[in-house]
């Protein structure tokens, strides 16, 4: 079984910054793409930022220049550096993975989400 544990998450106030944290465990024989998405009340699922297994990020516009997705494959962990932090961001945050297996299936898994709450 694969597992996406998820923190860092949290409450603070509009212009402050907070670290998301997600480390995968299991039987995993490679991770390709991670990636934060969010979900605010009554809001859609959307994709925050996502980086290749080679370190090529990708950003949603709302978060360019805010927030820095990073990972470090040796620790099957990928981070989200949130700075500038506006209450539209707001939201719950998961964590996803696309992990191939020893059989080399492969799958998307998510995390169990973590709330970040920015107040202005």
């Known amino acids: 079984q694969v597992q996406l544990v998820e923190s860092g998450g949290g409450s603070v106030q509009a212009g402050g910054s907070l670290r998301l944290s997600c480390a995968a465990s299991g039987i995993i024989s490679s991770i390709n793409t991670m990636a934060w998405y969010r979900q605010a009340p009554g809001k859609e699922r959307e994709l925050v930022a996502d980086i290749t297994s080679g370190g090529r990020p990708n950003y949603a516009d709302s978060v360019k220049g805010r927030f820095t997705i990073a990972r470090d494959n040796a620790k099957k962990t990928v981070y989200l550096q949130m700075n500038s932090l506006k209450s539209e961001d707001t939201a719950v945050y998961y964590c996803?993975?696309?992990?191939?297996?020893?059989?080399?299936?492969?799958?998307?898994?998510w995390g169990q989400g973590t709330q970040v709450t920015v107040s202005s």
């Open positions: 996803n993975a696309n992990i191939r297996d020893p059989l080399l299936r492969e799958y998307d898994y």
